[in-house]
């Protein structure tokens, strides 16, 4: 394992404020990622979530998360089908703060980029609550992707009228709203 390598090291990017640590495995993640776009076409509903593939080892980027069942490992967002194959896949390497603008938050990134292969197609795009924002909503209904997901009430931009203590709901009373 000690001579296995997936790039040159005599090449090594220089260590700047946006260094690339996956540039050793760029092969690696690369070559399945055209591989998914050459010979794959996803279904009408696709999901982007996060998964935690299970990682002892020490790299800077892996994560702890403790409610997850494996809680030490390396953190991947994912855009899958329907039938859960992957159609594309990004690694988190620690915050994102190159890719967050005033405009754009760093998850709000990661769902656009995850996205840009299926733009103006007509999908129809589900995730849970931890990437919604009503500006993604906005975004993507532009690409044409129609989206859906839970929000969180005290997220930035959602409606003045819309939360816990405003909407007073019991136990079991659900609320849809729609645009």
């Known amino acids: 394992m000690s001579f296995l390598h997936f790039a040159n090291n005599s090449q090594r990017p220089d260590e700047v404020e946006e260094y690339d640590w996956l540039w050793k495995l760029g092969a690696v993640f690369d070559t399945p990622k055209e591989a998914y776009v050459k010979f794959y076409n996803p ?61 754009m938050t760093a998850k709000h990134a990661t769902v656009r980029h995850l996205t840009c292969r299926v733009e103006d197609l007509g999908h129809k795009m589900f995730m849970d609550n931890f990437f919604s924002t009503p500006k993604l909503f906005d975004d993507l209904e532009r690409c044409e992707i129609n989206s859906c997901r839970p929000v969180w009430p005290n997220r930035r931009d959602m409606p003045h009228d819309y939360g816990p203590k405003k909407l007073k709901l019991k136990r079991g009373d659900i609320r849809v709203r729609t645009r």
Request: aromatic share 16%; hydrophobic share 35%.
């Open 43 to 103: 279904s009408e509903h696709l999901a982007v979530d996060e998964v935690i593939v299970k990682f002892k080892g020490w790299v800077i980027f892996r994560q702890y998360i403790p409610k997850k069942r494996n809680r030490f490992g390396i953190k991947i967002y994912k855009l899958c089908d329907e039938s859960w194959y992957t159609y594309d896949m990004r690694v988190y390497l620690g915050k994102d703060s190159h890719s967050a603008t005033d405009n």
